[in-house]
């Protein structure tokens, strides 16, 4: 596709010319990541490439601003008028961002955002972005589909933008399953407030009634990936006379016995196929998060309680989402429902930066518009997932591209 294009459109004049949608996207980001590099390309005639001011035209169709992403809304109807149905969950958590006012069409951006709270908090700075992030079970939709400017972001403010997205995602086809967050004692009262109940049992699922389908109520899970990390850093702090110090029937469970067993078995056959490294069994302050300053003065326990808590309540929500989902599809990928897409996302808006990899609120508003068009997310080197595509550009999308008008 590339090379045709390219020695049709070498032979025509520049108001003649036509691009495929992909290279428009391709277009987009290589102008994002250098514009001096991109007109380097143009001016020397080695590619023939749109002009910058074709760029910015489809860059600034839609001015981004906080709130609900008109463009994903968009997309996610054009994609449901041509599959029978889209079946999704929604996942949500923070970025540190820079503080920083920046002067944009004559007002300051760079304040937190009243959408979502209704509170006067016009006065303080933006520290965090708040994303909500959907995606599908098949991957038709992967986008960010709301983000606010915040500092600290109440459970109530959490609920309210989450039931204003449930009604805008179940309007348009797309068919919300479960909700994915981390296990912070913000997310733990989110929990609650959208699910209608005091505390959190153990013994029975816990969802949050669908208004729009109230036969299929939204499932509630903490992210599986960052209990098992806490449950691992509980292990790997498990020793006598320690703050935590895991036992069974007067035997001791202690990470050297983790360290002998790799020890002995990391020269087999079948453990080299697998990811499995050195790294991860000596850990350090950047393989771990550190448990301790979040659960200070307690008494020596097994576990946080809110991480037993998660691990038994998302277990079990899991369990009964697979078996919802097992009278759609031949199979379900349990892996899919975790918040790896939206750290990857925020891997993505970080490397938009290149260097100053602590982007400020301007900076990020045009790094959610920018993958929201070209609707791809990458893999970060480096990054702490490993969601996303080495090669972005393996598959054509002919869908076209909106651009601003003259």
């Given at each position: 596709?590339?090379?045709?294009?390219?020695?049709?459109?070498?032979?025509?004049?520049?108001?003649?010319?036509?691009?495929?949608?992909?290279?428009?996207?391709?277009?987009?980001?290589?102008?994002?990541?250098?514009?001096?590099?991109?007109?380097?390309?143009?001016?020397?005639?080695v590619?023939?490439?749109?002009?910058?001011?074709?760029?910015?035209?489809?860059?600034?169709?839609?001015?981004?601003?906080?709130?609900?992403?008109?463009?994903?809304?968009?997309?996610?109807?054009?994609?449901?008028?041509?599959?029978?149905?889209?079946?999704?969950?929604?996942t949500?958590?923070?970025?540190?961002?820079?503080e920083?006012?920046?002067?944009?069409?004559?007002?300051?951006?760079?304040?937190?955002?009243?959408?979502?709270?209704?509170a006067?908090?016009?006065?303080?700075?933006?520290?965090?972005?708040?994303?909500?992030?959907?995606?599908?079970?098949?991957?038709?939709?992967?986008?960010?589909?709301?983000?606010?400017?915040?500092?600290?972001?109440?459970?109530?403010?959490?609920?309210?933008?989450?039931?204003?997205?449930?009604?805008?995602?179940?309007?348009?086809?797309?068919?919300?399953?479960?909700?994915?967050?981390?296990?912070?004692?913000?997310?733990?009262?989110?929990?609650?407030?959208?699910?209608?109940?005091?505390?959190?049992?153990?013994?029975?699922?816990?969802?949050?009634?669908?208004?729009?389908?109230?036969?299929?109520?939204?499932?509630?899970?903490?992210?599986?990936?960052?209990?098992?990390?806490t449950?691992?850093?509980s292990?790997?702090?498990?020793?006598?006379?320690?703050?935590?110090?895991m036992?069974?029937?007067?035997?001791?469970?202690?990470w050297?016995?983790?360290v002998?067993?790799?020890?002995?078995?990391?020269?087999?056959?079948?453990?080299?196929?697998t990811?499995?490294?050195?790294?991860?069994?000596?850990?350090?302050?950047?393989?771990?998060?550190?448990?301790?300053?979040?659960?200070?003065?307690?008494?020596?326990?097994?576990?946080?309680?809110?991480?037993?808590?998660?691990?038994?309540?998302?277990?079990?929500?899991?369990?009964?989402?697979?078996?919802?989902?097992?009278?759609?599809f031949?199979?379900?990928?349990?892996?899919?429902?975790?918040?790896?897409?939206?750290?990857?996302?925020?891997?993505?808006?970080?490397?938009?930066?290149?260097?100053?990899?602590?982007?400020?609120i301007?900076?990020?508003?045009?790094?959610?518009?920018?993958?929201?068009?070209r609707?791809?997310?990458?893999?970060?080197?480096?990054?702490?997932?490993?969601?996303?595509?080495?090669?972005?550009?393996?598959?054509?999308?002919?869908?076209?591209?909106?651009?601003?008008?003259?």
């Open positions: 596709m590339f090379l045709k294009q390219q020695l049709l459109n070498i032979t025509l004049p520049p108001n003649a010319r036509r691009y495929h949608p992909d290279l428009v996207r391709w277009c987009i980001e290589f102008y994002c990541r250098s514009p001096a590099a991109y007109e380097h390309i143009r001016a020397s005639d590619l023939t490439l749109p002009s910058p001011t074709t760029i910015k035209r489809y860059r600034n169709f839609i001015k981004p601003q906080p709130g609900i992403n008109q463009m994903s809304l968009d997309e996610i109807e054009r994609v449901s008028t041509s599959v029978s149905e889209l079946v999704g969950f929604l949500l958590d923070e970025m540190k961002i820079k920083n006012l920046v002067m944009k069409d004559n007002k300051l951006v760079g304040f937190v955002d009243l959408d979502y709270s209704g006067d908090l016009s006065n303080d700075i933006a520290t965090h972005v708040l994303v909500f992030y959907v995606r599908t079970v098949k991957r038709k939709v992967s986008l960010p589909i709301a983000w606010y400017p915040t500092k600290v972001t109440p459970a109530p403010a959490l609920a309210l933008i989450f039931w204003k997205i449930l009604l805008e995602c179940e309007s348009r086809g797309l068919q919300i399953h479960a909700v994915i967050a981390d296990g912070m004692a913000t997310n733990r009262q989110f929990f609650k407030l959208i699910s209608g109940k005091k505390e959190i049992s153990l013994l029975e699922p816990l969802h949050a009634p669908n208004p729009i389908c109230p036969s299929r109520p939204v499932y509630l899970c903490s992210d599986p990936s960052h209990l098992l990390k449950a691992r850093n292990l790997f702090s498990s020793k006598p006379g320690g703050s935590k110090y036992n069974r029937n007067g035997k001791d469970i202690l050297t016995h983790v002998e067993l790799y020890n002995t078995d990391k020269d087999m056959p079948l453990l080299r196929k990811n499995l490294s050195l790294a991860h069994i000596q850990l350090n302050s950047c393989t771990k998060n550190d448990i301790e300053k979040h659960h200070k003065g307690e008494t020596k326990r097994i576990m946080a309680r809110p991480t037993l808590e998660g691990l038994v309540f998302t277990k079990r929500n899991l369990i009964f989402l697979a078996k919802r989902l097992l009278e759609k031949e199979y379900v990928c349990l892996h899919t429902f975790s918040q790896d897409v939206l750290e990857a996302f925020f891997g993505n808006i970080r490397q938009l930066g290149h260097r100053a990899r602590n982007p400020d301007f900076q990020v508003s045009y790094g959610v518009q920018h993958i929201t068009q609707k791809i997310i990458k893999k970060i080197k480096g990054g702490n997932t490993t969601f996303g595509k080495k090669n972005a550009w393996t598959e054509l999308c002919d869908e076209p591209l909106q651009k601003k008008n003259k």
